[in-house]
């Protein structure tokens, strides 16, 4: 048996098959610790924008919301010459950023937005509770599950002393 004609090439085939397979393996390992393409989150968990259906999704809910909004006497007349397609890119552009989404929200902060409503118009917990109503039946018109809603409105919640200035 010679080295050269049959043990040298068989190392070199077996070296060769070793390589590839590690390649193989490390491709692979990569994939599987990147995050999912679009996801704000590592660990594979999807932000809350994404389950709800990304931007599309957003535009949809938010165009219904404000429907429901100006439909409501209650809360209607705070909204009297505002210009309610700016309005709804924003509250767009804004719930987008909250829900971990896309960051594209350039208006004001929650407290700045609404301090004039507070003390020039009396904005108060309970106009605060219609605007979560209408919110919570937007998304359960969309077929939005009760969890993620409830998520949602959370987050919502969560801004209320800031939009009441309190
Ligand atoms: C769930 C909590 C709320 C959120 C997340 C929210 C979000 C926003 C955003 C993003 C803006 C645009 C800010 C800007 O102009 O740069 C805004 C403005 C406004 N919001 Fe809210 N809002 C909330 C609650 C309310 C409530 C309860 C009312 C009244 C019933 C209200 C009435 C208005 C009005 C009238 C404006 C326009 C103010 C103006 O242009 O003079 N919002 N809000």
Sequence with gaps: M??????????????IIVIFLMSGAMSSQEVATEPPRGSSHAGGK???????????????????????????????PFFEGVDMEKQAAKQKAFLTMVFGGPHSYSGKDMREAHKHLVHE???NNSHFEHVLAHLRSTLAEL???DGTIQEVIDIAESTRDDVLDR
Excluded: C, H, N, W
């Excluded at 050269?4 to 070199?12: A, C, E, V, W």
């Excluded at 809350?48 to 209607?76: C, W």
């Design 46 to 76: 999807q932000s809350l924008y994404e389950r709800l259906g990304g931007t599309a999704a957003i535009d949809a809910a938010v165009d219904i919301f404000y429907r429901r909004v100006l439909a409501d006497a209650y809360v209607k």
């Design 121 to 123: 118009m009396g904005l």
């Design 143 to 145: 077929g939005v599950d």
């Design 2 to 15: 010679s080295f050269f004609g049959i043990i040298l090439p068989l190392i070199l085939l077996i070296g």
